[in-house]
Each structure stands twice: as C-alpha cells, then as structure tokens.
C-alpha cells in the first residue's frame, strides 16, 4: 500500500567526540524515506514525499531519492536556502546540543499534496509544527494509518494544535522525555497512558539505545534496541525507526497488534543501521536481507 | 537444588520524595532470600543464608525469614550493632543519595559456613568486599552456579581481588555504570563483552527501569523491565532480582541457555514485585501464582 512522508530535506553539520561533519545530507523525511525503501523495492511504488529545499540543493541529492524509488514529485524547490542544522553529541550520545538552526525556506513550508498523493494509505508526519501537521493530514482522502512525530518545542509553544493533532493521528512517536512534559508524569508506563487519554490509539516511546515501547488499547510491546558496538552518529535515528516502522506496515498492508509488533522490530533493526554512519549512506548500504538478517538477531536475543 | 546467600541483614532508613521509613528490615541477603524462597515453597529446602547482625536485631526479623522457609543456621549473632543504610532517591528513582551507612558487626565479617552448607550447588556472593567474597566462596565444595554482585566502591579500592573474584564465579552482576567503570567502554554491548573477557562466563546487566541483559558466549537476551507504575521504594530490587534469578536456577536445577532466559524474567517479575512497597512486605505478598501472572504479562509483552 501507498506510504506518504511530510517533513524535512536539511544539510547538517554534525559533531561527535570523534568527528565533525559539514553539509551532509539529512533531514526528518530523507532519512523516513531512505528507510522507508528497504520495503518498497521490487517494483513496489516507492515512498511519496513532500518537502521544501532552496535553490541550493544539490540535484545530486534528488537524483539519490530517486535512485531509491522515492517519489519526488511532492519535492517544491523555493528561492532561498535549504534548511540547515547543526549538532553537537556528548561522548554518551544521549546529550545532543543543537548549535545553530536556520530554518531558510522550511520556515515558511506550507505542505502541498499532488493530486496523486491524495489516495496515500500510511502517512508519517514528521516533526514541524502541529499546525503544519494537521494542513498536510487535511489534504490526504481518510488515510488508513496516520502516525505523527513531535518535539519538546511544540509541546512548549503550540499546546492546543499539538492537542488537536493528537486527535486526527492513530500514532505519535515520542521519546521519554517529551512524553513525561506532555503529561506531567514521570512513571512511563503513565505517561504513555495518558497520551493514549489526549487521543491517539498507539503511542510509540523511544528511549535510543534502551530500546522502544508500543502502547495502545489492544497492544503493549516492549523491545530493546538492536545491540550496535559502535554508533558513529544517530542523528536521524528517529526517522529512520519510523521509516521502517511504516515501510513494513505499508508493504505489509495492515496494521493490527501483529503487524505492529513486527513493525516495531523492523523500524528498530533500520534505526540500527543508521547510527552507524553519517547520512543516508549507512541506510543505504543493507540490502534487505541485511535487515531481515538483523530481524532475526533481534528475535533471538528477546525470545524466551 | 540447594541455593545459598552471603550478604548483608540490616536495617534502613529511606527516603522517597513521598515517604520517609525509619528502620525497615533490608540487606542485601534478605531481599534475596525472601525472593527466592517463592521458589522453594512446598516441602523444598529454603535458601541457605549467611550474614551477621548485632545483638539489637529483632528475633521477629528472624521468625519472619524463617517463616518463608529460609535457613538460619549460617546466621550470626555479634556483639555490637546491625549494620544501617540509609538514602534518599530523586523523583526519577534513578539517583540514589547514601545519607549514611554504619557498618557496625559487618565491619569485621568474616562468612563462616556451617558444614551442611558446603554442599551448596547454586550460590549468590552478594555485594562485599570482594575478598570476603571469595573467603565465602572458597568453602562450597565445587558448586554448580555461582554469581557475584559489586559496587562502584571495590571497582575503586579493590580492583586485584575484584578481578581474581571474576576469574572465580559463574556469573557477575552489574549495573551500567559499573560495567563501564569496570571496562573503561561507554558502550554497553562492548561493556559486557569487555566484563566476559575478565573471567565470569556470563554478565548480567541491570539496567532498573529500562530493564535488564545476560550476555554470555552461548546467549545473549534482552529484557524489559516488567511495567510497574507506582514506584514506591526501589531499595533491594536488585537483590530481588538475583533472588527470583538464581531461586528459578535452583528449582529448575540446570542454567543452560535456556533456563537463563527464563531465569532472567523471574527476577525481572520478582523485584517488580519489591519496589511496590518497603522492606521485604511488598516480597512476601504475592503467591506463586501471582508471579507466573506477571511472568506470563511480561512474555506477552515482549512476544513479537
């Protein structure tokens, strides 16, 4: 089935204790796409993408989507810069401090779905802004699984919309500390009950390299994260966890407690490999046997 | 099969930012003899338990620990005080402040074991001065399944007799922080690995909330925490977890891969039984069958 991402193209200037990276191709929907691909090859329609980059992107860049099967045709190039982040992560990984944020021509991003994306039957909408979320949601006909990412930020400054979205959305993927802020509660297993209260059917929990949990009225799953030796940068880990999330769901083509528990161990083995290099190139370098071959590792590692 | 404790009996004063509790019967050897007597129930022999404590330890104490089965005889009584704890958790319940330990009697202990405990086959070294530990160790004759417990502390000032205990037991448990002091690696799989490369033949590591792993060359499992959500005092969980672990071993009476799997969920079930309450009231509460319920919910969980 059809999968849709809404979110962001950027070039990151990335620091670790061990390198510094300038201009590497990143972004919320690159890395949900790139993963997202691992799933729709074989003649499969490839993920569809909406986003916004200035006349500065590299067409190189686009031609490497495509060269996955992502459909570009929701891709607007706008006068101005593409958006541009940069980060520092501490020796532990999970202190990330964002040095500097231009927001170039994402600032004004007011997603605009072609015709041909209407029908889209997953949809992942990336972190922006609620209000953003919800215009983009609009534009899909009655979606079949709709999962929204979100951020401290938006917590903070857009409560009520963020609130609405909660409302539209089957799922939102939040990590540890956002869902403690959105809900005052400590305890996990609290707060993600009371997410589930604000709305959506399923929460997703991620705790990086504690794993993930998937909570809903007929689902509780936990999982570890896939065991990796060496993390080499996990910016964009996030996305890449739903994009395999998604990516299995769309092929699979359902979304019950089942599916959904395999879909967690997908998304997680692809969020693996991601953190194993800068950019899209540790994404892109598992062929799909790779990450069935970490599906079953996984596996055994949790089995009983 | 015969399961044997060497650790501490003692009284603590805690503090939660809900409660304060003066003189609540803790230690390091009662929390794990009352855990794993939920495995010796029904006619078979209780835990064996080794400890010292003064002249002021209330024989009430004693009756209770009898009462679940456990075996006294390798308990002594000292001139002098019982050894006192007590500490303050932050809201998390991730950071532990010690206010305050009176070693009193422990000071000078000196495990003695009375000659029907050398035949001990499954045995727990719980957290000491590692040369204790081995003076404790070195009178079983030849057990079948021994693990030890270590702090920060003895990583410190004990480093030798640390890594000579190491090269003796079957298995080793740590805390996060303690396999990375041990180790030297921030990274958690390599942390274990670099444990194993010192000696023990398994590592398990503690990980409270985000749950727990066993690596070994013959297994490596991943597990949850099961989903408790009213904390009300951590103190002795992971005790009660070595107590559910090794008291599953000693009924089963085997600790290949298999049984360690399973082991692993029974102190993960067992000590989510211990921080819903102080002392060791929460441990005595549920039967059996209350844990194989939880056992059962815990599987549930994490069955993809």
């Given at each position: 089935?059809?999968l849709?991402v809404i979110?962001?193209?950027?070039?990151?200037?990335?620091?670790t204790?061990?390198e510094?990276?300038?201009?590497v191709?990143?972004?919320?929907a690159?890395?949900f796409?790139?993963?997202?691909?691992?799933?729709?090859?074989?003649?499969?329609?490839g993920p569809?993408?909406?986003?916004?980059?200035?006349?500065?992107?590299d067409?190189?860049h686009?031609?490497?989507?495509?060269?996955r099967g992502?459909?570009t045709?929701?891709l607007?190039?706008a006068?101005?810069?593409?958006?541009?982040?940069?980060?520092?992560?501490?020796?532990?990984?999970?202190?990330?401090?964002?040095l500097?944020?231009?927001?170039n021509?994402?600032?004004?991003?007011?997603?605009k779905?072609?015709e041909?994306?209407?029908?889209?039957?997953?949809?992942?909408?990336?972190?922006?802004a609620?209000q953003?979320q919800?215009?983009?949601?609009?534009?899909?006909?009655?979606?079949?699984?709709?999962?929204?990412d979100?951020?401290?930020?938006?917590?903070?400054?857009?409560?009520?919309?963020?609130?609405?979205?909660?409302r539209?959305?089957?799922?939102?993927v939040?990590?540890?500390?956002e869902?403690?802020m959105?809900?005052?509660?400590?305890?996990?297993i609290?707060?993600a009950a009371g997410?589930?209260?604000m709305?959506?059917?399923?929460?997703?929990?991620?705790?990086?390299?504690?794993?993930?949990?998937?909570?809903?009225?007929?689902?509780?799953?936990a999982?570890?994260a896939?065991?990796?030796e060496e993390?080499?940068?996990?910016?964009?880990?996030?996305?890449?966890?739903?994009?395999?999330?998604?990516?299995?769901?769309?092929q699979?083509?359902?979304?019950?407690?089942?599916?959904?528990r395999?879909?967690?161990?997908?998304?997680?083995?692809?969020a693996?490999?991601c953190?194993?290099?800068?950019g899209?190139?540790?994404?892109c370098?598992?062929?799909r046997g790779?990450?069935?071959?970490?599906y079953?590792?996984l596996l055994?590692i949790?089995t009983?």
């Amino acid at each position: 089935m059809s999968l849709l991402v809404i979110g962001t193209l950027a070039y990151d200037t990335i620091e670790t204790v061990h390198e510094r990276r300038e201009n590497v191709l990143g972004g919320s929907a690159t890395h949900f796409a790139v993963a997202a691909s691992h799933f729709t090859a074989g003649g499969r329609a490839g993920p569809r993408l909406v986003a916004v980059v200035g006349r500065d992107f590299d067409d190189e860049h686009v031609a490497a989507l495509r060269a996955r099967g992502v459909d570009t045709e929701g891709l607007e190039v706008a006068d101005g810069r593409t958006f541009r982040w940069s980060g520092r992560y501490e020796a532990d990984w999970n202190t990330r401090h964002t040095l500097h944020t231009e927001l170039n021509v994402f600032e004004h991003f007011d997603p605009k779905l072609p015709e041909s994306y209407r029908d889209s039957d997953y949809v992942f909408l990336a972190n922006a802004a609620p209000q953003v979320q919800l215009r983009a949601l609009e534009q899909v006909d009655g979606p079949a699984f709709s999962v929204a990412d979100t951020m401290n930020l938006w917590i903070e400054i857009a409560r009520e919309p963020l609130e609405e979205l909660l409302r539209r959305v089957d799922a939102i993927v939040l990590n540890d500390e956002e869902a403690r802020m959105l809900t005052g509660e400590r305890n996990l297993i609290r707060a993600a009950a009371g997410v589930l209260g604000m709305g959506p059917r399923y929460v997703i929990l991620k705790k990086g390299e504690h794993g993930a949990f998937l909570m809903g009225s007929d689902v509780h799953f936990a999982l570890p994260a896939y065991p990796v030796e060496e993390v080499v940068d996990p910016t964009g880990a996030g996305d890449s966890f739903a994009g395999g999330f998604m990516g299995y769901l769309a092929q699979a083509g359902g979304h019950g407690p089942a599916s959904l528990r395999k879909a967690m161990v997908y998304g997680t083995v692809t969020a693996s490999f991601c953190v194993q290099g800068f950019g899209i190139e540790p994404l892109c370098r598992p062929d799909r046997g790779a990450l069935d071959g970490r599906y079953d590792e996984l596996l055994a590692i949790v089995t009983v």
